[in-house]
């Protein structure tokens, strides 16, 4: 069904890929410290990365100096594309994804459906000019107010 709530795998997903885009370097970041910076259960963490690794949104390197890591740019992956492989297509009533159950001829009169459809289109645009970079620059930001405030 499709619904606008969003669960604690878009929540806990987007922030793991915050954090693996504000600890971007030459080594992948372990799920371990993932978890323990984000406050985030291992193993959840390890079957969201998962998700994430079979979209293309991660890529993961086995060993010692192994972890997880951004498969593109964070410039290049978008809020929508992380929230959409974590939760589905986000729409707020079922009518605006599938046909109306009253029917085609209603559904082109039906002006709640058209506002549906407008309020799908705007959250679509947002979180699609909504990036990773956008987000771990403002979380960089964020912590660097909040450590001046604590000196």
């Known amino acids: 069904m499709a619904s606008m709530h969003f ?16 600890h971007v370097g030459n080594s992948p970041v372990r799920a371990a410290e993932v978890a323990e910076r984000q406050g985030i259960p291992l ?11 079979r979209a293309g949104i991660v890529t ?14 964070a410039v290049q992956i978008t809020v929508q594309e992380v929230l959409v492989c974590m939760e589905g297509e986000m729409l707020p009533q079922e009518c605006v994804a599938h046909d109306c159950p009253e029917g085609a001829d209603r559904a082109s009169i039906c002006a709640v459906r058209r506002v549906w459809g407008r309020v799908a289109e705007a959250v679509r645009a947002s979180l699609g000019g909504l990036t990773l970079k956008d987000l771990a620059d403002e979380q960089r930001d964020l912590e660097a107010t909040a450590n001046a405030y604590y000196i």
């Open 7 to 22: 669960s604690s795998k878009g929540e806990y997903g987007l922030r793991a890929l915050v954090d693996l885009a504000t």
């Open 43 to 53: 193993n959840y963490l390890e079957q969201l990365l998962g998700m994430l690794k």
């Open 60 to 73: 993961s390197l086995r060993g010692p100096r192994g972890g997880f890591a951004l498969a593109r740019d």
